[in-house]
């Protein structure tokens, strides 16, 4: 019975080829919209790590301007960044299973390849511990180790696409890259890793590109590789070289530790509060303490990833989807009754209110199956005008399966809803009086 009723519905709507083409194209347009909007809204708000976001911690220490809030729109909170002083000495604890201080830089790469020109590129100092703890996985090699970092050993982990791009897909562990006119040893390829949002460093970009080059902070600090990232600074301290710079209380590292326990993150914060009032001694540490230590998911809602102007958005477009269901039911009711003398026809030889309801709830969701994958098309061309108009968000203006999956079931059940009352609407129609016109 199910399949002939789609062979009725088919019929139906091709019977109507103009008011099909109308309510496909409004259910098309109002999902098109809806997804586009709920796609980039939802990318936006992913958990970038699930696997682990309950166990890794933002560090906060509240070394600012003793006068003023590092920022006067959350005054409760500590600076986002570090400074070198700070993240030197947070190091030095063996409380954490893993710790990583980190910024950016820019560096030119020279490679060896003549066919390739010397490039500029952004690229990340930080621990060995960066690897394991945000589950970046290797393809050759490793990372290095503490003893490596130390020394200021010329080490270098890149990506795989850069691998590919600068040593053909080979296993190039051990090969040397240069940048910046000084010469490195590739110690690992890791796959291509680019999470969203860029939960790691929000303070450069939440929705940049993630870097595909990774150095020791010992080769930073001889290189004397100044951040070229988010840097802040409250007083004037006469910064005249890098070691001045290293010994500011300006703020410019990320420190990102992995506690497993809750003891773990009690003890590592007791910590935190030993060492502030060690510098509070020392005349450091102005403002009333306020250590912190935050999860994934919250610091993402500290650093205001996703902002109100984007729910707004997503409420926006659902109102759009709306006044377009409206206008389907009028557009269905008006159809419908249309086919009054035929369903009076179907109820006089013996049909039932129940079955010819059934019908066209069968056609209703025919229709909003064609409207939904309709509405892919325009979601997708909706994306690519984000995609236009806003270079960078590339990765944010796609449609993945999760998404395909709820835009047609959303048609579906949205074109259903509306199609209740007309379908409802017509089984009333009394068929004495359609017969009496045949």
Same mark, same amino acid.
């Given at each position: 019975m199910f399949a002939y009723y789609v062979r009725l519905a088919t019929r139906s709507l091709f019977a109507t080829p103009a008011m099909t083409a109308l309510m496909v194209s409004t259910i098309a347009l109002g999902i098109g919209v809806f997804m586009a909007a709920v796609t980039t809204y939802y990318l936006m708000s992913n958990n970038p790590?699930?696997?682990k976001s309950s166990v890794l911690y933002a560090v906060q220490l509240d070394g600012w301007d003793p006068?003023?809030?590092?920022?006067?729109?959350?005054?409760?909170q500590a600076p986002w960044e570090l400074t070198y002083r700070d993240a030197m000495a947070l190091r030095e604890s063996d409380l954490p299973t893993r710790h990583a201080a980190m910024y950016k830089v820019s560096l030119v790469v020279q490679p060896d390849r003549r066919e390739l020109k010397p490039f500029q590129t952004v690229a990340r100092l930080t621990d060995g511990d960066?690897?394991?703890?945000?589950?970046?996985?290797?393809?050759?090699?490793?990372a290095w180790n503490r003893a490596a970092d130390d020394a200021g050993e010329r080490l270098v982990v890149i990506s795989k696409s850069r691998n590919d791009e600068l040593f053909g897909g080979e296993d190039s562990v051990g090969r040397p890259l240069r940048m910046d006119?000084? #010469?490195?040893?590739?110690?690992?390829?890791? #796959?291509?890793w680019n999470p969203v949002p860029k939960y790691y460093d929000p303070n450069?970009?939440?929705?940049?590109? %993630?870097?595909?080059i990774f150095i020791p902070m010992g080769a930073g600090r001889e290189m004397e590789l100044f951040s070229s990232g988010n840097t802040?600074?409250?007083?004037? #301290?006469?910064?005249? %070289?890098? #070691?001045?710079?290293?010994g500011s209380e300006c703020v410019w590292w990320q420190y990102w530790a992995e506690l497993e326990t809750p003891q773990q993150r009690d003890a590592y914060h007791a910590f935190l509060d030993g060492y502030v009032a060690d510098q509070k001694a020392l005349g450091r540490f102005g403002r009333p303490m306020n250590n912190r230590l935050t999860p994934v998911d919250e610091w993402l809602k500290v650093r205001q990833v996703v902002r109100n102007d984007n729910k707004v958005l997503v409420g926006i477009a659902f109102l759009f989807l709306a006044v377009c269901l409206f206008n389907i039911v009028g557009l269905m009711l008006t159809k419908f009754l249309g086919k009054a003398p035929q369903i009076g026809i179907r109820r006089a030889l013996g049909a039932s209110k129940g079955a010819v309801f059934r019908q066209q709830l069968i056609e209703v969701g025919t229709l909003g199956t064609a409207g939904g994958l309709a509405g892919l098309g325009c979601a997708w061309l909706a994306l690519k005008g984000i995609q236009l108009l806003f270079p960078g968000f590339e990765h944010l203006a796609r449609l993945d399966l999760t998404m395909v999956t709820v835009a047609v079931g959303s048609?579906?059940?949205?074109?259903?809803i509306a199609g209740l009352y007309p379908a409802w609407r017509v089984c009333r129609v009394p068929p004495a009086a359609?017969?009496?016109l045949q």
């Amino acid at each position: 019975m199910f399949a002939y009723y789609v062979r009725l519905a088919t019929r139906s709507l091709f019977a109507t080829p103009a008011m099909t083409a109308l309510m496909v194209s409004t259910i098309a347009l109002g999902i098109g919209v809806f997804m586009a909007a709920v796609t980039t809204y939802y990318l936006m708000s992913n958990n970038p790590i699930p696997q682990k976001s309950s166990v890794l911690y933002a560090v906060q220490l509240d070394g600012w301007d003793p006068a003023k809030p590092y920022d006067d729109d959350q005054p409760e909170q500590a600076p986002w960044e570090l400074t070198y002083r700070d993240a030197m000495a947070l190091r030095e604890s063996d409380l954490p299973t893993r710790h990583a201080a980190m910024y950016k830089v820019s560096l030119v790469v020279q490679p060896d390849r003549r066919e390739l020109k010397p490039f500029q590129t952004v690229a990340r100092l930080t621990d060995g511990d960066f690897f394991d703890m945000f589950d970046l996985h290797f393809v050759y090699g490793g990372a290095w180790n503490r003893a490596a970092d130390d020394a200021g050993e010329r080490l270098v982990v890149i990506s795989k696409s850069r691998n590919d791009e600068l040593f053909g897909g080979e296993d190039s562990v051990g090969r040397p890259l240069r940048m910046d006119d000084d #010469e490195f040893t590739v110690a690992g390829v890791v #796959e291509d890793w680019n999470p969203v949002p860029k939960y790691y460093d929000p303070n450069n970009g939440a929705f940049d590109d %993630s870097e595909d080059i990774f150095i020791p902070m010992g080769a930073g600090r001889e290189m004397e590789l100044f951040s070229s990232g988010n840097t802040n600074c409250w007083k004037d #301290e006469g910064l005249h %070289s890098f #070691e001045d710079f290293l010994g500011s209380e300006c703020v410019w590292w990320q420190y990102w530790a992995e506690l497993e326990t809750p003891q773990q993150r009690d003890a590592y914060h007791a910590f935190l509060d030993g060492y502030v009032a060690d510098q509070k001694a020392l005349g450091r540490f102005g403002r009333p303490m306020n250590n912190r230590l935050t999860p994934v998911d919250e610091w993402l809602k500290v650093r205001q990833v996703v902002r109100n102007d984007n729910k707004v958005l997503v409420g926006i477009a659902f109102l759009f989807l709306a006044v377009c269901l409206f206008n389907i039911v009028g557009l269905m009711l008006t159809k419908f009754l249309g086919k009054a003398p035929q369903i009076g026809i179907r109820r006089a030889l013996g049909a039932s209110k129940g079955a010819v309801f059934r019908q066209q709830l069968i056609e209703v969701g025919t229709l909003g199956t064609a409207g939904g994958l309709a509405g892919l098309g325009c979601a997708w061309l909706a994306l690519k005008g984000i995609q236009l108009l806003f270079p960078g968000f590339e990765h944010l203006a796609r449609l993945d399966l999760t998404m395909v999956t709820v835009a047609v079931g959303s048609a579906i059940l949205a074109t259903v809803i509306a199609g209740l009352y007309p379908a409802w609407r017509v089984c009333r129609v009394p068929p004495a009086a359609y017969l009496r016109l045949q």
